[in-house]
């Protein structure tokens, strides 16, 4: 363990603290480049997972304790730590932060669709899906579950929402992703620069009539899974842009299952089609 | 369309709302028999299964437009019906309660293990699992996948909780389950009762020793498939009366599946190994 010097501070009011000021109201921030919020990490697994991350990380927040165990396992290099009471973190983030330890870092751009595409066998495109904690569990799924990249179709929720980051446990600062560009009804031609690269592309439904999801999967190199919002599902735009429709077989009577859900069994139906293919 | 008798309250205080008042703390009722709450259905969906299901309706509370709706499309013979606005219903439920539709009724006995498992081929036992949001998902997933009953072993949450309610959909309403008799290092005696029965008792373990899944349960008449709390997962004493222990396979330096998401992926792969068994 590298000696690191913290800087402690006791006045809530302290400028050094801004970028954990308010944190319910953090993630839009008219001050900053597109008007939205840092990137914040809250706890030790996902700040360790902030610090590998392609973000620069701008400062430590924490409780001594918490500090000391984080320290004593990660480099932090010349980024601040500020040591703060419980007290003073409340006042801070506006709320009591009982995790004890925050980091901030800048948002970067973000790869094109050709980087994120290339070396890719499987990929998960999420049209429409504005929930945050929706997103947060589908790049941790996806990271757990050998996928290699999400993109994004229209009308999703940011991914560096803060809320995001916490459920995914940190993953979305891991797996690659990209913004395909397009409105509601245009973004979906996107979906060719995949076909062209070679990637199967399947819808994932519950109508009924789409086939089983294991011989949608079965045999195909790269795959493309597009997954839409709870309720309305993909739009009809986007399920004609792709190959194949999807079903995972359901109970009659029953509601079709969460889309993290959902979309974690179509990755471990990919990986299993994998399995018995070499 | 049957005209339903519907009494208008407009005290916040009448005792004939007494079954709705407080519902954060509803749970727990000192004054009813076991100590704990009502059954309570929140919005259309949950109420309309609460109706259809085993347990008695005491009485149903609304705003009369959600009323409207909801007597146009359901039978509710004499369950004593109650319009009021929505600021009674708040100061009565504690906080606005938006859906504008309740209903409560009287927890009944619980059918027997036995009773549980005739005619059951699949079946999950959940073993430590606290979280009611968990408990209630695996109700929603198990439903939905063919699942056909559950079964509690030690220190799992109360299944009949509002929370499992509303996040199963109703579905605990529906399907059955019953608690399996001992205590934290004796419960899993009961396993036994499941062998004679014919099932084959599989452990899910994120353990990269265990065996895939799929040879887990591929060729298997009857399955139960037992689940440990996110953490701490499965004890060892469960996991040592079951036939074998099972794993889906995950990226390595990643964290394991959410709880009700690796059960949903296990009763997706029970039902597919179904698929080509006849």
Request: net charge negative; hydrophobic share 40%; with cysteine.
């Amino acid at each position: 363990m590298i000696d690191v010097e913290r800087i402690t501070i006791t006045d809530p009011a302290d400028p050094r603290l801004d970028d954990f000021r308010d944190l319910n109201h953090s993630d839009s921030r008219p001050d900053l480049p597109g008007g939205k919020g840092l990137v914040i990490a809250e706890g030790p697994l996902v700040t360790g997972r902030l610090l590998e991350s392609r973000f620069p990380v701008r400062a430590l927040v924490g409780f001594r304790g918490k500090l000391d165990a984080f320290l004593a396992e990660h480099e932090v290099g010349d980024i601040p730590v500020y040591e703060v009471t419980r007290e003073v973190l409340a006042e801070v983030a506006g709320f009591d932060m009982h995790r004890g330890l925050l980091a901030a870092a800048d948002r970067v751009e973000e790869p094109t669709v050709a980087e994120v595409l290339e070396d890719a066998r499987t990929v998960v495109i999420l049209e429409g899906v504005g929930d945050h904690e929706n997103i947060g569990s589908m790049f941790r799924n996806a990271a757990g579950m050998g996928v290699d990249a999400l993109l994004f179709g229209n009308g999703c929720a940011d991914p560096l929402y803060r809320r995001v980051v916490r459920v995914s446990m940190g993953h979305v600062l891991r797996l690659p992703y990209a913004h395909l560009a397009g409105t509601y009804t245009t973004w979906q031609r996107s979906l060719t620069e995949l076909s062209d690269a070679g990637f199967h592309l399947v819808s994932l439904t519950p109508d009924p009539e789409a086939v089983h999801l294991e011989d949608a999967l079965a045999g195909r190199e790269k795959v493309a899974l597009l997954v839409g919002a709870e309720g309305p599902g993909l739009t009809e735009h986007a399920m004609r842009a792709t190959d194949v429709r999807a079903r995972i077989p359901m109970a009659p009577g029953t509601d079709s299952l969460n889309l993290a859900t959902s979309a974690a069994i179509a990755f471990y139906e990919r990986d299993r089609s994998q399995r018995h293919r070499d």
